[in-house]
C-alpha cells in the first residue's frame, strides 16, 4: 500500500464519515474537532511509527490530506 | 440588601463599569452596559413567551450573545439550560422531553434541529429578539422572585441512557460566587479566560465570578484548544490572569513543551476541577508560572459546581496525589461508609421532573434524623490524610470522567443495546489510555453498531475499542462482569 492509501486508511479508522480527500479546510471549517485530532496524532504515530511533537501541532499541518501526508514525511525516520 | 439575585450583581456593574468589557470573544465584545441592555431585550421576548419559573432551552453557539440570552432567562424569571449544539439529535431530543422547555431560544443555524425537537415548546430565534425592553414586565417578575427559584438545569451522563437534569437556585449560585471571590482572593476587574463549554457547570465560576468582580470573560474559541502555540499566544494577547480549566487542557499545554518560564507575565490565579489534576501537569505549570496562585477544587454538578478546595500550598512530586482540601463556605462534607457526601446551601433540589433519581440520590442526612436535611451521595470516595486534607480516591460505581466529561458507561452500554442485532453489551474504561473499551454479542455488524452509537451518544462518549464477542463474561450474581472483560481484552493482546 503507498503512503497515501496508508495515510486515508489511518484517518479512516478515527472518522469514517469525512471524506478526507474533498476537505480543503479540515480544521477551519470545524470538521475535525480536539478528540478527533488526538485520535488522528495517535493513528497516525502508530501507522507510521513516527512521533508528532505536540508543540508542532498547528492547524496547516492538517487542514488537507496533502498537508498531513507532507508532515508524516517530515517525521518519519531516514 | 443582600444578593438574591445573580441579576442584582449584573445591575451592580452597569453602574460601577457600563463602559468596561464584559463578555468577549475575538471581535466581539460587548460591555456590561450593552449585555443588560441584550439580556433585558431577550428576557423581554421570553417573558411574552413563557410563564416564570419554566424552561427555556438554549440552542447557541458559545458566545456573548449566549450569556445574555441565558441571563434574558433569569430576567424573565425562566431558567435555562444550554445544550451542546454538537451532541446527537436523539440525545437532544431526550433531554427536551425530559425537560419540556416553555421556548427553545436557538442561533440560526439551529433552527432545523430546534423544530424537530421542539414538541410543545415555543420556538424564538435569537437573531428575532427586539430591541426593546418591557421594563414593567421585567419589574413584575423580578417583584416574585424568591432565591430558591431556579437559575439553570445542566444535564449529565445518566447509568440509564438518559441524561439527568440538575437543577440548580439563585440561591446556591449567590453563595458559590461570593465564597470563590472572597476565598480565591479575585481583583475587580479580573480577566477571566474561558475554557468550559456553557453546558458544563465550571462555566458558572467563570460566568458570574467576573460578574460579580465586574471584570471581564475572554470566550476563548474552541479550536485554539487543539494547537497549543496557538493557544498560548491567545492567553498572552488577551492579557488573561485568571484560568479556571480542566486539568486535561492544562495538562495538554504542559505536555506540548511550550510553557517557558516567562511566557505568561499577566498570569496571577490558574484554578483547576472536574477531574484529578495531575501534580506532574501542576509542576510544569509552576515551572512556567512561579508566581501564579494555584488552586484545586472539586465538585459534582449537583452541588453547585465546587464544595472543596485546596490552596497549593507546598510541593508535590510528580507521583503524589493533589488534596481536594476543605469544603467551602456553609458546605458540610461528610464521609459516609467512605463516600463523599455534601450538605449545605450548594446542594441542588433535585434532578428536573425526575423523581426516582432524585429520591436515590439526595437522600435524609443519617446524622441529622431530628430534621429533615437533604444530602448528596457523591458516588466519589474519599479519605482524610494526616494534614486533615480530604482526598479523592476513585468512584465507588461505573461512572468515568475523559477529559473532564462525566460519562455514565451504562448511557454507553444503553446506547449499544439499542442497536439493532446486540444482544448484551459491556463497556470498561483505560484509564492509562484513555479509551474506553466496549464488547457486545449479537448478529449486528460492528459498522452498524458504530453508526448507531454515533446516532445515540455525543462523541465524547463512543467507544476507542468495539469488540464483537460470542460471549460476555459473567460475574457470580450473574452481571456482566467489566473486570473479566477487561482481563480478556488485554491477554488477547487486543490492548497494548
Redesign the interface.
Known sequence: MDEMSRLIAALEEVRDDVDFAAEAHLVEDGILDSLDLTRIIASLDEAFDIHIPAGEIEPENFDTLDAMLEMVRRYRKP | MSTRNILDWLEEAVALAPDAPAYEMPGNVLSWDAVCRKARSAGTALARLAPRQTPVLILMDKTPECVCAMLGAAYAGCFYTPLDS?MPEARMKRIAERLQPSVILYGDKYAGVAERISGEAKLLNAADLPEETDLPLLEGRRARHIDTDLLYVLFTSGSTGTPKGVSIQHRAVVDFIEWACSALRLPSGVRFGSQAPFYFDNSVLDLYCTMRMQGSLVLIP??D??????LLARLQEERIDTIFWVPSALT?LA????LQPGCLPDMKRIFFCGETMPCGTLNGWKQAVPGADYVNMYGPTEITDVCSWYRVDRDFADTDSLPIGFPCTNTRIDLIDGEICVSGTCLSPGYYNDPEKTAAAFVQHPLRPQIPEKMYRTGDLGAYNDRGELMFLGRRDSQIKR?GYRIELGEIESALQNADGVVLSCCYFDEGKEWIVAAYTGEAEE?AV?TAL?AALP??MLP?LLLKRETLPRTGSGKIDRKVLRQEAESEHLIH
Do not use: L, N, Q, W
Open positions: 454538537g474552541r479550536g484548544f487543539m494547537f497549543p502555540k496557538r495538554a505536555r506540548a513543551e511550550v477529559s459498522t458504530k454515533k462523541k465524547y476507542d
